[in-house]
């Protein structure tokens, strides 16, 4: 079965940083691009980044330009989104998402996502 | 960054209805459209990629339409499980961005 597993809810003060992992199974990891979306309360879906499971490729969604680094470790076909500097407007859910193209060796994606991990809460507060 | 816009934000309809609901971009994204399903304390469901493809196990009664900026998603013959709130999603850049969403209530 071809699915997603995400870590637990974190709970950080404003200023520290926050690791999330995303663990892949029952699917190639490196040939399917990873999208990061959250959304936060009362609002909806925002497209943080991708990556490239193959070759390490990243990009982001500009206003996530500097302070998000996205890696993985295709030993363990585990995907991880790093945030720094959190702010209370960084409380949110996060997931991961598997493209739906099996692209990746490629160097290009669909944009769609089939397969999403279930998500991780984050809560910024002081 | 490619604007999407979804309308109406909020629709109330009965089981059994049929519904439409429409999404624009602010510029040409060909069929580059995507639409999910997202209920409360769940993921995102892909219902409609590449703007009319039926994502697979997904029940017939979604239809998605349109190309260039303007796309439709149409429920016929609402369920009860159908309620929830709806995202498009454009991915004809490699910067992708969704719309704000249409939450379908239940009349």
């Known amino acids: 079965q071809e699915q997603l597993v995400q870590s637990g809810t974190e709970m950080k003060k404003p200023g520290a940083s926050v690791r999330i992992s995303c663990q892949a199974s029952?699917?190639?990891?490196?040939?399917?691009?990873l999208h990061w979306v959250r959304q936060a309360p009362g609002r909806g879906l925002e497209w943080m980044g991708w990556?490239?499971?193959?070759?390490?490729?990243?990009d982001f969604a500009q206003k996530f330009q500097g302070w998000v680094t996205l890696s993985r470790d295709t030993s363990i076909t585990t995907a991880y989104m790093e945030l720094r500097s959190l702010k209370s407007d960084d409380t949110a859910i996060y997931y991961c998402a598997r493209d739906k193209a099996r692209w990746a060796k490629l160097g290009h994606f669909l944009g769609a996502s089939d397969v999403w991990g279930p998500g991780t809460t984050v809560s910024v507060s002081s | 960054d490619i604007q999407m816009t979804q309308s109406p934000v909020s629709l109330s309809a009965s089981a059994g209805d049929t519904v439409t609901l429409r999404c624009r971009a602010s510029q040409d994204i060909d069929k580059f459209l995507n639409w999910y399903q997202h209920k409360p304390g769940k993921a995102p469901k892909l219902l409609i990629y590449?703007?009319?493809f039926l994502e697979s196990g997904v029940p017939l009664r979604f239809t998605g339409s349109g190309s260039g900026t303007d796309f439709t998603l149409t429920i016929t013959s609402l369920r009860t499980e159908d309620f929830a709130t709806y995202f498009c999603?454009?991915?004809?850049?490699?910067?992708?961005?969704f719309g704000q969403g249409t939450r379908l209530e239940i009349k």
């Open positions: 999603q454009q991915s004809y850049n490699e910067s992708l961005t």
């Open positions: 029952g699917y190639n990891f490196t040939g399917h691009y």
């Open positions: 590449g703007a009319t």
């Open positions: 990556i490239n499971p193959l070759t390490g490729d990243t």
